[in-house]
Nanobody, 119 residues
């Protein structure tokens, strides 16, 4: 049993900021990578950012310089600080984690939190 619960989404004007958080609980592997994905209406889910237990990170090109992923290993929580938001960032944002550090896919997903950026 693994639970990932996202929070922090909402409605914001273009240029504004939001900070998403995702708390993991249950039978998680605390050293596993964690990531953020998003899905806009009519589009496939896309990768946004990921971070390892050691805080190595990667971002998709469209958010580089605007978004920052971080994690607090003592709280099993991952964050996504989103600055200079654009309307094209509008999507449901999901956090995810793997069953282990070498897993080939993300195994557990949160329920998602809506981010809407108005122009």
């Amino acid at each position: 049993q693994v639970q990932l619960v996202e929070s922090g989404g909402g409605l914001v004007q273009a240029g504004g900021s939001l900070r998403l958080s995702c708390a993991a609980s249950g039978r998680t592997f605390s050293r596993a990578p964690m990531g953020w994905f998003r899905q806009a209406p009519g589009k496939e889910r896309e990768f946004v950012a990921a971070i390892s237990y050691e805080s190595n990170y990667v971002y998709t090109d469209s958010v580089k310089g605007r978004f920052t992923i971080s994690r607090d290993n003592t709280k099993n929580t991952v964050y996504l600080q989103m600055n200079n938001l654009k309307p094209e960032d509008t999507a449901v944002y999901y956090c995810a984690t793997k069953s282990g550090s070498s897993s080939t896919s993300y195994d557990y997903w949160g329920q998602g939190t809506q981010v809407t950026v108005s122009s």
